[in-house]
T-cell receptor, first 116, second 112 residues
Framework: DAGVIQSPRHEVTEMGQEVTLRCKLISGHNSLFWYRQTMMRGLELLIYFNNNVPIDDSGMPEDRFSAKMPNASFSTLKIQPSEPRDSAVYFC??????????????FGSGTQLSVL | SQQGEEDPQALSIQEGENATMNCSYKTSINNLQWYRQNSGRGLVHLILIRSNEREKHSGRLRVTLDTSKKSSSLLITASRAADTASYFCATDAGGSNYKLTFGKGTLLTVNP
């Protein structure tokens, strides 16, 4: 199993540009989480999907952020327009929720986003 | 807001010594998990302890949980240079069956 796969690994863009981050879940997992990590705020949960349905998006900072899960194995996080304060490492993580509640998360390697 | 807070923020030890990291949290939990993050990588799950457990072992890792004090500790015995990483505790924020909230982590440096 290749694990959770995120792309791109690094993204440098200019303020105002659209950014799309991608995530492929582990096969068989049915829960997906997007987290953002910064030095100041640590790891923040942005949005949680279960069975492709967004369950909790209360952590999405603004309307500039949107996330989709078009199928059971793939998700995107889009920022439009991007701002310098969006610079952070964005992680997605998946979990097999069927097996047990509160089971461990499997993280991707993250996307380092720099907005200039 | 942070549910879990690790202490200390940074810890530097010599290879072979034991490392102890602590985590405090605010609300009741169903379980508490510890994760490790190497520089530039994603988090990796280490161990999970449920609210009705007091201690758990996995290899060189020992985790304790004191629900009355709302605290947990992670002990790494006989540390190695390869243990150098950030360590995070994560809790399910009282009643939530999905929302894991992470602390800001302890940066452990093991000097060879």
């Amino acid at each position: 199993d290749a694990g959770v796969i995120q792309s791109p690994r690094h993204e440098v863009t200019e303020m105002g540009q659209e950014v799309t981050l991608r995530c492929k879940l582990i096969s068989g997992h049915n829960s997906l989480f997007w987290y953002r990590q910064t030095m100041m705020r640590g790891l923040e949960l942005l949005i949680y999907f279960n069975n492709n349905v967004p369950i909790d998006d209360s952590g999405m900072p603004e309307d500039r952020f949107s996330a989709k899960m078009p199928n059971a194995s793939f998700s995107t996080l889009k920022i439009q327009p991007s701002e310098p304060r969006d610079s952070a490492v964005y992680f997605c993580a998946s979990r097999d929720r069927v097996r047990a509640l509160n089971e461990k998360l499997f993280f991707g390697s993250g996307t380092q986003l720099s907005v200039l | 807001s942070q549910q879990g807070e690790e202490d200390p923020q940074a810890l530097s030890i010599q290879e072979g010594e034991n490392a102890t990291m602590n985590c405090s949290y605010k609300t009741s939990i169903n379980n508490l998990q510890w994760y490790r993050q190497n520089s530039g990588r994603g988090l990796v799950h280490l161990i999970l302890i449920r609210s009705n457990e007091r201690e758990k072992h996995s290899g060189r890792l020992r985790v304790t949980l004191d629900t009355s004090k709302k605290s947990s500790s992670l002990l790494i015995t006989a540390s190695r240079a390869a243990d150098t990483a950030s360590y995070f505790c994560a809790t399910d924020a009282g009643g939530s069956n999905y929302k894991l909230t992470f602390g800001k982590g302890t940066l452990l440096t093991v000097n060879p």
